[in-house]
Every structure is written in C-alpha cells, then in structure tokens.
C-alpha cells in the first residue's frame, strides 16, 4: 500500500495526461482567417439569442469564437463557431461532445 | 524550531490570500462566478498538489529548514485544498443555480470527476486534526492515502471540464515526477558503480 498508490498514481496520470482528450489545446482550431473577414461577437450572440441560446461569455480560441452558455435544449456548453460564417462547429458539455462538425 | 512553529498561523492566513482576493474580486463585481470556479478549483488543485509533493521533495533533496516547516504544517495545506475545493463547489452551485441543470450533467466526464475527487476530500479533511489522528492511530496514515486516487480523479477533471490538458499538465508534472523519483528509488541500487 505505502508504494503501491504512489506507483499507480504516477502510472495513472502518466497514462491519463496524453490521452484523456484527443485534443491537446483547447477542443478545435480553425483555419486562419484575416481577421477582416470576420463577423462580431456581439452578430454571433444576437444570431444565437434569437435561435434561443442564453450567452453567458464569448471570447477568441484556436481560431475560432468560443462562446459559454445555454442552448435551446437547456444544455450548459462550451461552443464553438466559425468567425466568418458563424456556423456552428462544436458543442460539449463538461468534456461530453454534443456535437462536432465533420472535418473539426 | 519553536518560532517557525508558532508561525502557524501566519502560514494559514498565506494560504488564505488567494481566497481573499477572489472574494473581493467577486465583491466588487470584477469576477462573475463562472470564473471563480475556475480560480477556486486551480487553487485547490495547486495545494493539494503542494501537500503531496512535499514528502517525495524531502525524498528527491534531503530535508531543509522550510521544507520540515512545511511538512510539520502540512495538514494546514490540505485543510486548505479542501478549503478551496468547497468554495469551487460552492461557485459551481451558484452558477448552475437549480438542480435540474446540476443532475443534467453529474454523469458528464469533467464533472463526475470532480464530484468524486470531492467525495474523497472529505474523510481527508474530516481527519486532520490531532484527535482523529490519536484516535485512528496507524490507520490516518491509510485514511490519508486516499489523496492519491483523489488527485487522480482531479487530474481528470481538469483536464475534462477544460478540454485541455496544458495547464493541468504543468500543474501535475513536478509531482508526477517526483513520486516517480521516490517509488523507484529502492530500484536504484546505490551499489551501482
């Protein structure tokens, strides 16, 4: 026991660490875009308030708009949207992926 | 060795800063509750990482003056994880605000995680005090063991609930490395020329 837990926690966050999520930082990146071309953060949330999504946050990551809130289902996610199209790209739930654009 | 000891106290208030902090913070309306469940749980997380590490350092660079300190004060510091552990909790409740989105999501990977780590704090912390430790004698020793699953399930968590493992990463890594020092340590014969 005194080396035996010590031994598989090492073993267990060694494992654990690499491949817990698939992704390594943040959950997807978009494709470089100029920045010219993107819409705001306040077309998604509005575009978003009336699908009828509550927005609690929204900021810039990999790329892409990352917004927090509630989807019209009631659902508390992390989502993710083209800053360009503002299409819809991925949605999780505390490490649970709702859903996922093909090709992200 | 008596005034670093008596120092208790001074170590206690340290380990309350960060709290007082978010608590103004959250005060003055400069932090929403989304974000402390964020800084409430890192914290947590840094201290208990704190706790374990201290054992395996002394194994790693032989005893100095602060590391004994800590060491003899090192319940404070996992009181303290604990500590930081309920205000994430607490923050997490407030931001949910209602039981329906809270029971929607408990099976979700980053927060089944979470809970469980929590449920394993608890006789942790419910035994630091010097009454339980006369009275579980060479037992606490095990109760106390339950820190390492507990660190496991928060490693998970983390990396879960933040869909990245980078932070969680540089966080673990000098405790990952160090208990992987002292396990193997009766494996590297020192009669090895």
Excluded at chain 1, 26 to 42: E, F, L, M, N, Y
Excluded at chain 2, 15 to 40: F, H, K, N
């Amino acid at each position: 026991m005194r080396r035996f837990l010590p031994a598989l926690f090492v073993a267990t966050a060694m494992v654990a660490l690499p491949t817990a999520p698939a992704h390594a930082t943040g959950a997807i990146t978009c494709k470089p875009t100029p920045q010219s071309r993107w819409k705001s953060q306040d077309a998604l949330k509005a575009q978003l308030t009336k699908q009828g999504w509550t927005v609690r946050k929204s900021k810039v990551d990999g790329g892409c708009y990352e917004v927090y809130g509630t989807t019209p289902e009631g659902d508390r996610v992390e989502a993710y949207f083209h800053p360009v199209t503002l299409e819809k790209l991925y949605v999780a739930r505390r490490g649970e992926v709702l859903f996922r654009k093909k090709g992200y | 060795m008596r005034t670093i000891s008596n120092n208790q106290y001074l170590l206690g208030l340290i380990l309350a800063i960060p709290a007082l902090g978010l608590g103004l913070g959250y005060w003055q309306g400069q932090i929403d509750s989304m974000d402390l469940i964020q800084q409430t749980g890192e914290w947590s997380a840094r201290l208990m990482i704190l706790a374990m590490l201290l054992s395996p350092l002394v194994a790693a660079i032989g005893r100095r003056k602060w590391l004994t300190f800590l060491l003899f004060h090192r319940r404070w510091i996992g009181v303290a994880a604990f500590g930081y552990a309920v205000l994430h909790l607490c923050f997490y409740l407030i931001d949910m605000g209602n039981l329906d989105d809270i029971l929607a999501e408990w099976l979700a990977p980053g927060i089944w995680t979470g809970w469980a780590a929590m449920v394993l704090m608890l006789p942790l912390a419910l035994t630091s005090n010097d009454l339980a430790m006369r009275w579980l004698k060479a037992g606490w020793k095990r109760v106390q063991r339950l820190v390492y699953p507990s660190a496991v399930l928060v490693l998970l968590h983390w990396v879960w609930v933040h869909n990245s493992i980078t932070a969680a990463f540089l966080h673990f890594l000098p405790l990952v490395i160090l208990t992987l020092i002292r396990v193997l340590k009766p494996w590297m014969s020192p009669l090895k020329p």
